[in-house]
């Protein structure tokens, strides 16, 4: 029997030579797993682009410096494969490769406007002759309009905010949830517009967009207020410049108080006649205005009040129920449609590449002018 001495290195040797079997056999199977060299690495599937075409466009809704009120516009929450906005947080395309949404069908939309509209609660008499705010406020309920436009002198005598709350809030304000104004110069007959301001709570000009259309709300009141003028270098004629270059939208609507072109009571508004050139150098569509307690449609107008094919198309619109303004010039150049009779609101249906108006007369009117146009 051999001594312990002996076995134990024996017993070693063979554990030893056991050892290096066992790693040299996984070695073996490792190094065949391994990829050569020369073996290209596997390709990672990519994802499609996206091209305009293919993604659909978050809306506009950044407020302009002076249009803080254009908070009413809201920017849709993008879904996965959209491309962010300005200011909106990048959104991780979908991990699986896919076709994207596809866009939107195009938007339509309508309108109601009118303006000259709401009796002083002093005089607030004499309906349906005169002061018939209600019965156009209740064409307004009938038409369930996407938006209301005001086109100024919302509310006599002088606008202040106890008339605004008696007469033009029980009327016409039940839709202040979609309404965007425009100010007047009976406004302005309270100090600094007090009334109008904090009754509808927007700046003296603004913008938003309003489906596949830009829309722009001006003063026209330009030596009151402190606004400055609505000449050359204004500060409204400078922020208007921008605004439309920063939307260049096919289809642009602009509205005010004052017409640029009338025949009626107060004549054309020769201080907007800056701002009409720079609204006809930008094919702005259409311009809405009041003042004039009467309705007139002009086909589209250059610069200088020409008939051109690539002018901008005024209504005036200013017969929300005041009183009724008789003409006192023959109609102007370019003046097709016309009538001093009737109240009444103008219904519009805005569509990505064009437009249809009607005039809807108030209960006992019958007097309408309605047609289409193609944006330009």
């Known amino acids: 029997m051999a001594a312990p001495s002996q076995v134990r290195p024996a017993i070693f040797a063979a554990k030893l030579a056991a050892l290096g079997l066992v790693m040299a056999t996984v070695w073996s199977c490792s ?16 994802l499609p682009s996206a091209t305009a075409s293919q993604v659909p466009t978050i809306p506009d809704a950044t407020p302009t410096p002076l249009a803080s ?15 962010p906005g ?23 939309v309508t309108i109601v406007a009118a303006g000259d509209i709401a009796c002083d609660p002093a005089t607030n008499i004499n309906q349906p002759a ?7 406020a209740n064409q307004i309920g009938q038409l369930a309009p996407t938006a209301v436009l005001t086109l ?18 029980s009327t016409w304000g039940r839709y202040l949830s979609i309404m965007y104004p425009a100010i007047g110069n009976h406004e302005y007959l309270t100090h600094g517009a007090a009334g109008y301001f904090t009754y509808f709570g927007f700046p003296p000009y603004y913008s938003f967009n309003l489906g596949d259309w ?9 030596s009151a207020g402190g606004l400055g003028g609505c000449g050359r270098g204004s500060a409204q004629e400078k922020w208007l410049l921008a605004d439309l270059a920063a939307h260049p939208s096919l289809c642009t609507l602009v509205y005010w108080h004052e017409p640029r072109w009338s025949s009626g009571e107060h004549g054309d508004a020769s201080q907007m006649t800056t701002i009409w050139a720079d609204l006809v150098a930008a094919h702005v569509d259409v311009v809405l205005t009041g003042h004039n307690h009467d309705y007139e449609r002009f086909v589209p107008l250059d610069a200088n009040g020409t008939p051109s094919a690539n002018g901008t198309t005024e209504f005036v619109v200013g017969t929300g129920g005041k009183n009724h303004y008789g003409f006192v010039a023959a109609p102007l150049t ?42 330009h």
């Open 152 to 169: 100024g002198d919302n509310q006599y005598e002088q606008g202040t905010l106890s008339a605004y709350q008696s007469v033009f809030g």
């Open 214 to 222: 830009h829309m722009v709300s001006l003063d026209s009141e330009c």
């Open 31 to 46: 190094s065949a797993t391994q990829p050569q060299s020369s073996r290209a690495p596997a390709a990672t599937p990519s």
């Open 130 to 136: 005169d002061c018939d705010q209600a019965a156009t």
């Open 69 to 83: 009120a254009t908070a009413k516009a809201t920017v849709t929450t993008p879904k996965p494969g959209f491309i």
């Open 334 to 375: 370019g003046e097709v449609v016309r009538n001093d009779k009737s109240f009444g609101v103008i219904q519009m249906s805005l569509g990505p590449t064009g437009y249809s108006w009607k005039f809807v007369p108030a209960p006992g009117y019958t007097f309408t002018d309605s047609g289409s146009a193609s944006c």
């Open 86 to 108: 300005p200011g909106m947080a990048p959104v991780p395309l979908p991990r699986t490769p896919g076709p994207l949404p596809p866009a939107p069908d195009p938007t339509t």
